[in-house]
């Protein structure tokens, strides 16, 4: 049913003895809160709502969804606290491999908890001659259409392997730092945090995700260095650092050497291959104070709009009441007493003689 044009609410109809294994209504209009009915569909693999206008909490009740494997939840209107379902003992996702929850307004601390919870990414993957896929394509024609944004591209996926596992939190209003549990997850092949308000340091676990191949935290207000154990991950085949507050040397060595200089664009404190930007072994370069970011990059715009708009309103009151009571000539007098002033104060103070003429008129007599 995706890639349609559904409009209105989800039916809350699902029966006790639902036998779904795929419910993919990706791409249309659909509306309002998500049936809890669902959650009688004991044997769902995959639910993908993303794309459309969907107005609800996140969903945890349906961690009673042993066989769920993959959850897409993006580009809607899911809102709330996430953390604070998982303060609670809840069910699990233990089995779940994909998740995307990018482009909605989930806010609070990323849920640490959560990240225990996901046994299947947390256990290494052990090597399969044979692959295996999420819902068998070649039973019964089943055509699966699942769209995911990984190395910065998105993909639609008509198969998806089942050790392709992906998690991808971004375009949300997540603070607090990033949990070092996130560095157990050891299955792992795609994160992405970015554009949110994650704080503090890039923790060193992530360098034990040595299965990862994509990994993207732009656009946070991360501080700190690059920790060098992000060497071990030899996989990675694209990484985003990108307008955050990092500092220090860019780490050499195996995948850094292939990353281009916009994978660090926006961190004023780094240094080093691929940057133009050299270290020097005597000065560390620091980030920019958490003040002047806000007065370098908030305040001045505010005074800069505050002094076009005080500057507009007196230009506009002066040539009303110049224009209006029809005497021009009391307004330039008043200038004129103004320069002779402050024309005499300066030439007091530097003991010489000068004219000058401000209103391009004859020049004004100094004695």
């Known amino acids: 049913m995706h890639k349609n044009n559904f409009h209105g609410k989800i039916p809350e109809n699902f029966a006790d003895s639902c036998s779904l294994k795929s419910f993919d209504i ?9 049936p809890r009915s669902l959650g009688n ?30 959850l897409v939840l993006r580009s809607n209107r ?29 806010s609070g601390y990323l849920p640490t908890k959560f990240f225990q919870d996901l046994i299947a990414i947390r256990e290494k993957n052990k090597n399969k001659v044979k692959p295996e896929y999420l819902i068998d394509a070649d039973i019964d ?14 993909t639609e996926f008509q198969k998806l392997l089942t050790v392709w596992m992906a998690i991808d939190f971004s375009n949300n209003q997540f603070f607090g ?31 034990e995700l040595t ?14 260095i690059i920790p060098a154990e992000l060497k071990n991950l030899i996989f990675l085949e694209v990484l985003n650092l990108s307008h955050n507050y990092l500092v220090g040397p860019v780490p050499r060595g195996k995948q850094f050497d292939t990353f281009p200089n916009d994978s660090y664009i926006g961190n004023l404190g780094l240094c080093g291959f691929p940057l133009s930007t050299s270290c020097s072994n005597n000065e560390i370069l620091k980030p920019i104070p958490i003040k002047d970011r806000f007065i370098g990059g908030f305040n001045w715009k505010i005074a800069m709009l505050m002094g076009y708009g005080c500057g507009i309103v007196f230009g506009i009151s002066m040539g009303y009441v110049v224009f209006t009571t029809g005497k021009p000539g009391c ?13 005499r104060g300066k030439i007091r103070r530097s003991g010489g003689r000068k004219e000058f003429n401000f209103l391009g008129g004859k020049s004004l007599p100094l004695s």
Request: with cysteine; proline share 4%; glycine share 8%.
């Open 26 to 34: 990706d791409n249309n209009q659909l509306e309002g809160s998500l």
């Open 211 to 224: 299965q990862l191949e994509s990994l993207d935290l732009s656009s946070n207000k991360l501080e700190g």
């Open 331 to 343: 307004f330039i007098e008043m200038i004129e007493r103004w320069e002779r002033k402050y024309v």
């Open 78 to 106: 899911f809102y709330g606290h996430i953390d604070r379902y998982f303060q609670v003992t809840v069910p699990s996702f233990s089995r779940l491999g994909v998740i995307d929850i990018s482009q909605n307004e989930f």
């Open 177 to 207: 730092e990033i949990p070092k549990t996130v560095g157990e997850l050891h299955s792992l092949i795609a994160l992405n945090l970015s554009h949110n308000s994650l704080t503090g340091p890039i923790p060193s676990a992530l360098g």
């Open 141 to 154: 024609g089943y055509y699966l259409s699942l769209t995911f944004t990984t190395k910065g591209l998105e």
């Open 41 to 70: 569909c004991k044997d769902l693999e995959i639910l993908d709502v993303g794309n459309n206008n969907f107005n609800d909490t996140f969903p945890d009740w349906l961690g009673n969804l042993d066989q769920l494997k993959v």
